[in-house]
């Protein structure tokens, strides 16, 4: 049981648990809870972490604006849990600033109880019910009698474990026990929750089931940190992304944007042998477009980019017709966040 922090229930955060239509529970925000002005739910500044001689966080400047769902993108080892412990306050930093809502992270009642920290290793006891579970953490956030009572109830019937509530969690699946760590985070209702690769080892239906409820939350006024080495998972949860490799933040921006600004212009293309075959496939794609600007293999075929690839398309069909070339596969490639990281940082994040 690490990273365990001791809270008091405050009645800063989320509302009530209330019932919605698909048969989950979700909380409520009460009007005061939101921030009355636009004070950052995360700010960094020049943050910077070293374990020894590791520098784990060199000077992070990060800013997670209240209501969104931030994606910490980045391979292993690149300082994303570093990251996530500097926001929750389980461990200070070797240099610079952060502050959650306006106060230094980690530090007071007050502010460690507006954040709910879901931690990369499951943090559970296996010989407790799930409830007793829930019990123990609402407990260490201050919560007693019927207020954690109503809480656990609603945060079960929220996360779909209403009928396993009595069952010792070392029989539930890992997908259920990633849900249960993340209850357990959610019930003195945070307004920041920061989630640690929380879909590792989870099976798809667990993991979309969990996607919904971090929507949910998020509807409700939650702001949502999310770490993660999956691009899909990032694409599909969250409005804004920060890049984060070799302990520096490359870049972060609201996602179109981060994909307007670097994401390739690309068109794929696989030659068949049916037709002509061009014996320099890069050269010949030089040859048809001056719009060019870069080839590379993909697969069996070639990844062009272009500034704008419908006129690449227009003109690699144009030179096409005139070859006689025949095409397997021809298609508009669409901006991806996969392309943003390989520019950024010139590996792909499946390599690594
Ligand atoms: N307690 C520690 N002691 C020493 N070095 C550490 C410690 N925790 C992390 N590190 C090192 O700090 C760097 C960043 O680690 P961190 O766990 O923050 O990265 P991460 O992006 O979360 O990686 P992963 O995706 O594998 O969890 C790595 O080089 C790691 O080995």
Known sequence: MTDAVLLKQTGEGLGTFTPIKDGLTVSKLLNSTRPKSETQAVVSKDLSKTYGRTQALDKVSIHVAPGSFYGLLGPNGAGKSTLMKLMVGVLAPSGGSIEVF????????EVRTMVGYVPQDVALYGSLTGKQNLEFFGSMYGLRGRPLQQSIDEILEFIGLTEKAGEAVKSYSGGMKRRLNIAAA??????????????????????????EMLKHLQAQGATIVYSSHYMEEVEELCDTVGIIDHGQLVDQDPLPELLARYAGQEVYLEISPDGTVPPDIPAWLASCSTRLRSVRPLGSGWLAEAENRADLMADILAAARQKALIFRRLELVKPSLESVFLKLTGTSLRDQ
């Open 186 to 211: 959610l019930l003195h209702k945070p307004r920041l929750l920061l989630l640690d690769e929380p879909t590792v080892g989870v099976d798809p239906h667990s993991r979309q089931r969990m996607f």
């Open 102 to 109: 306006g106060h230094k992270a980690g530090k007071g009642d």
